[in-house]
């Protein structure tokens, strides 16, 4: 089992990103996709979730309105669209997979900076 997560970087406040997750080793359309992450000195916290068969998402009241959570499940791939990124965005961001087991990626770090 594996999740990769790629396209994380340095940004300037204002810019965006987009976060690819990709899936092996377990079956990827029947698992509920969501993004965590967690700054330096503080709790992991749960941004964006996607659920399985309805596409139905959900968003931490901090990223409502910026981020888009979205799946591809011909391709095993979840990603994150990040716009309008603010410093207090700059974590590392991690990968989740729930259903009846639970997998995490190994994160990705993003910077917003000037």
């Known amino acids: 089992v594996q999740l990769v997560e790629s396209g994380g970087g340095l940004v300037q406040p204002g810019g965006s990103l987009r976060l690819s997750c990709a899936a092996s080793g377990f079956t990827f359309s029947r698992y509920t996709m969501s993004w965590y992450r967690q700054a330096p000195g503080k709790e992991r916290e749960l941004v964006a979730t996607i659920t399985s068969a309805r596409f139905s998402t959900d968003y931490a009241d901090s990223v409502k309105g910026r981020f888009t959570i979205s799946r591809d499940n011909a391709k095993n791939t979840a990603y994150l669209e990040m716009n309008s990124l603010k410093p207090e965005d700059t974590a590392v961001y991690y990968c989740?997979?729930?259903?009846?087991?639970?997998?995490w990626g190994q994160g990705t770090q993003v910077t917003v900076s000037s």
């Open positions: 989740h997979a729930a259903w009846i087991a639970r997998y």
